[in-house]
């Protein structure tokens, strides 16, 4: 993180080291036929997804940063399943051929997961500290963790005022993860494909501060 607070550096980052990873394995992987997709998938989610979202638990991100990680996951689930643009394909049916979500649904279900593990610790906990912290030095329109995981839980239909409460069961936070996150995803898709909002989905709009 930069001393700013900014993640552009990290973001351009993480995409360049995991367009590197997803290179390694042109040859060997993505471009044998003889390999079942559920096979390719799954190392992709090991080795590529993995080097992309490091640490994304803890990432304040900005709709520039979701836009930028999407895009990235589109371009190597269309290379995995060999979808060129002129087969005019709906994006939002991409991942689901490969048993995946957007990037945007993996980044609710690692930052409500940190969260709530992060909420059941003792005050005096530095992870605890840098939840609910803010740097002193950053500009006054960057936003603080907690505001985004605010809008992110109240997108998601989950009662932010209740995090400590509901991520004392850890299984039923996790379970609790799964459900809402699952729902947003198909509000998404169903919101995208409605003829009223083919031309872009409102709902994803609202989901991270747009800057």
Known sequence: MHRTGSLDDEIT????????????????????????VDTKVQVYRAVVLTTLLYGSETWTLYRRHVKKLDSFHLRCVRRILHIKWQDRVPYTTVPEQCDTTDIESILFRTRFRWSGHVSCMSDERIPKHTLYGQLPNTKRSAKRYKDQLRVNMKTCNIDCTKLESLAADR?????????????????????????????????????????
């Not at 799964?178 to 009223?196: A, G, K, M, W």
Request: glycine share 4%.
């Open 13 to 36: 980052a993480r995409v360049a080291k995991a367009t590197a990873a997803f290179g390694c394995l042109r040859k060997r992987l993505w471009d044998d036929h003889g390999i079942q």
């Open 171 to 211: 299984s039923q936070w996790r379970r609790l993860c799964y459900s809402t996150v699952e729902q947003f995803e198909q509000q998404r898709i169903d919101s995208h494909d409605s003829p009223c909002n083919r031309k872009g989905s409102h709902l994803h709009k609202l989901v991270y501060f747009s800057k």
